[in-house]
Nanobody
Framework: QVQLVESGGGLVQSGGSLRLSCVGS????????MAWYRQASGNRELVAQS??????YYADSVKGRFTIARDNSKNSVELQMNSLKAEDTAVYFC????????????WGQGTQVTVSS
């Protein structure tokens, strides 16, 4: 059974930093694109992604402030969030996805990040 468990969320003042961590069990991160999404209201938004290769993606709203880093040997992916803003407040979700050799898509339970202005 695959499990993704996030941690590191909390309350922080505007301009502060947080580091989110996601650890997986029952899964080999090396075969997956790993990503962080967030949901404040409505749709879930892609924040950052680390592909199976070396490609990285960041939403325009977090470029230069957030950094995604994965350690396949530890089945972990982190999101370092700096210069946090009130609009970064959301529930953050870890996601593991692949399209080959078989399609798979797994989510963590989410961790709340609240940035006070």
């Amino acid at each position: 059974q695959v499990q993704l468990v996030e941690s590191g969320g909390g309350l922080v003042q505007s301009g502060g930093s947080l580091r989110l961590s996601c650890v997986g069990s029952g899964i080999d991160f090396g075969f997956y694109n790993m990503a962080w999404y967030r949901q404040a209201s409505g749709n879930r938004e892609l924040v950052a992604q680390s592909d199976r290769g070396t490609a990285l993606y960041y939403a325009d709203s977090v470029k230069g402030r957030f950094t995604i880093a994965r350690d396949n040997s530890k089945n972990s992916v982190e999101l370092q969030m700096n210069s946090l803003k009130a609009e970064d407040t959301a529930v953050y979700f870890c996601n593991a996805k692949r399209s080959y050799p078989t399609t798979a898509d797994y989510w963590g339970q989410g961790t709340q990040v609240t940035v006070s202005s």
